[in-house]
């Protein structure tokens, strides 16, 4: 299955600890593959895992979650749709690692769900939806 959308750190949170009705549903709406999450995001979530109360827990909750969301290979195709991206905000000192999320949604033509639109909407060519509104 080619993926259409890739998951926002954000997102998969929301899917990992409130899991609201309106994410969970349209997510169901989605065949198996259809839905993935960058490295970046996945190394986010890891980072988070290491940070809690409770790493045993939130380490299960993200293995349950990798088993529905496929983790997608950071690779020379989004190393490359970086540069634009990056160049075109360069102003902005923050959000690098929604740049590289970005560049990578872009590389695969898949459009980002995100409960920050605002945020993504400044990358050139990246596609991006609120799956909570």
């Not at 949170?13 to 999450?37: H, S, T, W």
Request: glycine share 4%.
């Amino acid at each position: 299955m080619t993926p259409k959308y890739m998951l926002d750190t954000n997102m998969c949170i929301y899917l990992m600890k409130n899991q609201p009705a309106q994410v969970a549903d349209r997510f169901a709406q989605c065949y198996v593959g259809e839905v993935v999450m960058s490295a970046i995001t996945f190394a986010e979530l890891s980072y988070g895992v290491s940070v809690s109360s409770d790493p045993t827990r939130e380490a299960e909750n993200l293995s349950s979650l990798v088993e529905d969301i496929p983790v997608m290979p950071f690779d020379q195709f989004a190393g490359a749709a970086y540069g634009p991206i990056r160049r075109a905000t360069r102003d902005s000192k923050k959000d690098h690692l929604d740049k590289l999320i970005a560049a990578h949604a872009k590389a695969l033509s898949v459009t980002v769900v995100t409960n920050n639109l605002k945020d993504f909407d400044k990358y050139p060519g990246v596609v991006a939806e609120n799956w909570l509104v």
